[in-house]
């Protein structure tokens, strides 16, 4: 999927949205819906395991066009997406907006690559409870994975709730980004195996004023084991008492540490 521009560039047309039924935070704590973002359709409900078919082997190039300051495509958004859908071996590339992000629901994304993200490459928000597995993100402009619970209410249920493993992140020649990773706006649960990071100011970001966030570290459910930082000044942000919350490792993330995973040949691009 990709612009009819003669001369290519990020944010020459929208992007990939879908919407399901299965949960989020953001639209109240029984049979929640909320509006997406840029299309205004209505997404979310209580079918966990709602189906909305098969993505495999699908590139999105230079989507994320902006409606306004505040109203950007990303590259594929997944609305309250349940777990009876597919998506695998997806290639984010040069998106105007974040080149992945979950918005709730309960999908599984594996084999994923976000290329050249002029925001956040991969973003979880919302109530997402599902698993992220061989990831490779390179040249952010911000975060690599940016994961959140709910922006208006820190502590929203049902809780966000990633388990992440295999993953590599890449700063590149991102102009600007500063962290691999960011916890933010109450983070939610995170549990992390296999995590590479190359090259950024910082490994993991938190906010010391966001308190659910730094409390979901301190009472165990934010957790990284193992992690392997290289070229990474800074590890982590948090300060809290928690001191073993993430274990350091040498790791293989998405397959071959900073170097492309073997699984992107023959359908990738620009890497």
Do not use: H
């Not at 492309?260 to 990738?268: D, K, L």
């Amino acid at each position: 999927m990709t612009t009819n521009k003669a001369v290519p560039t990020s944010g020459s047309w929208g992007g990939l949205v879908i919407c399901g039924k299965a949960n989020t935070n953001k639209g109240g704590s029984t049979g929640q819906t909320a509006s997406a973002e840029v299309s205004e359709l209505t997404y979310g409900g209580t079918v966990s395991n709602d189906n909305s078919g098969v993505i495999r082997y699908l590139r999105i190039e230079y989507s994320g066009f902006a409606y306004n300051s505040t109203k950007e495509f990303n590259g594929l958004s997944l609305f309250g997406v349940g777990s009876g859908t597919t998506v695998e071996y997806v290639q984010a590339y040069k998106n105007g907006d974040d080149g992945i992000e979950f918005f709730g629901g309960t999908v599984n994304g594996k084999y994923l690559i976000s290329l050249d993200s002029e925001d956040d490459s991969i973003d979880f928000a919302d109530g997402w409870a599902g698993t992220g597995e061989f990831w490779y993100i390179k040249n952010t402009a911000k975060a690599g994975i940016e994961g959140s619970n709910n922006g208006d209410n820190g502590a929203a249920t049902p809780v966000t709730n990633a388990t992440l493993k295999n993953i590599s992140i890449v700063k590149g020649t991102g102009i600007g980004s500063e962290q691999a990773m960011y916890i933010k706006e109450g983070g939610g649960k995170w549990n992390c195996q296999n995590i590479y990071v190359n090259g950024f100011a910082k490994g993991i970001k938190i906010s010391q004023t966001d308190a659910p966030a730094n409390s979901n570290v301190t009472d165990g459910f934010v957790t990284f084991n193992p992690i392997q930082f290289v070229d990474t000044p800074i590890v982590s942000e948090y300060n809290g008492t928690n001191t073993t919350y993430f274990t350091q490792g040498n790791n293989t993330g998405a397959g071959n540490s900073a170097l492309t995973p073997s699984w992107a040949t023959g359908w990738t691009t620009g890497l």
